[in-house]
């Protein structure tokens, strides 16, 4: 049976994924500035609107629930305005809060962003970044026992501000230990995974050197310095992470695969107008993630997962690329070094091992 990239990006619907990370609210506090104030010689903003949607792991969640999967999402917020303003926007983006926990001594983690004429003057941040309680830590475990068994994949989107303790991660590696699930990784301490056996981890350039203890590298402009660097550190950074693959995400120039035994493959941005790129990754992480989960090709999810990212750099703000919005881009001749058939299956449908052309 032909499966082609539009009956894909359809069996999206089918899926179930669990989302596990830090819940953030990113607030857009939109005016006018046309004056400098008298006391300092910054701009006075005058605000005339502000608009609430889902940030950090929310934000993937978010995604995955516009590319049409079924998503349990499981965070901590506080009690707060903050809290609530998150879960009416998540809410509102169709997303169920029934595992999005409450602890009344933390405060929920924010970024506003002052905004004048589609320009950014100052991004304030606040929010608990301690570890969670203890009992919120063991409610956590508990809902993952309740909800990982019949999911197709569970994403982890860790920013390092307390959710994912050391308990949380050892209650995650005893389920992958037990019924091994697909398992996606974006984290800033990708090392504190390795004992998790992820099938997929996704650092960015940056976070890739800092892996590999090389930060200087970072300063390298040139794509295709990048990208060899990354190929002559496959095999560190896989066994670093220990994960199957390591995607490297290399912004507007596409994306680096990692496997073991399998040359570096390079996949290439999708040609856009760039506004901003707050949330591209979490796109990206989310039509992957999916792709996968619908037993896709890695080189088909990663290029799949790039065309979705290039819908929300095109954006501004924290944005979504949703199911119809992809099956639009699919059918444009941007995609044409994409096959329409994307694999084939044998007579019990399962994919073929034959490679994409």
Known sequence: ????????????????????????????????????????????????????????????????????????????????????????ALAHCGVKIDDLLVQTDRQTLVKQRIMAASQMVVRLDQGSIEAIALEMEQQLIDRLHKLVPSCDAIVISDYSYGLLTPRVLDAIAALQATAPKLLVVDSKRLASYRSLGATVVKPNYEEACR????????????????????????????????????IVTLDTEGAVILQRQQAPQRIQAKPTTCRQATGAGDTFISALTLALASHAPVTIAAELAVTAAAVV?????????????????????????????????????????QEVA
């Open 313 to 353: 750099i095109a954006k501004e703000g924290t944005e979504t690329c949703s199911a119809e919005e992809l099956q639009t881009i699919l059918n444009t001749p941007m995609m044409h070094r994409i096959p329409t058939s994307v694999w084939n299956n044998d007579a019990e449908g399962n994919p073929s091992t």
């Open 211 to 246: 892996l590999l203890a090389d930060p200087a590298t970072t300063l390298t402009t040139a794509v295709e310095t990048r990208l060899e660097f990354m190929a002559r550190h496959r095999e560190q950074l896989l066994n670093l992470t220990g994960a199957d693959m390591v």
């Open 1 to 88: 049976m032909e499966m082609t990239l539009p009956a894909l990006v359809h069996s999206f619907t089918d899926r179930r994924v669990v989302v596990l990370g830090e819940a953030m609210l990113d607030s857009y506090l939109m005016g006018s500035a046309d004056r400098l104030c008298q006391e300092a010689p910054v701009p006075v903003v005058t605000l005339s609107d502000r608009r609430d949607v889902p940030g950090g792991a929310a934000n993937v969640a978010v995604n995955l629930r516009a590319l049409g999967a079924q998503v349990s999402f499981l965070s901590v917020v506080g009690e707060d305005e903050n809290g609530d303003r998150l879960r009416q």
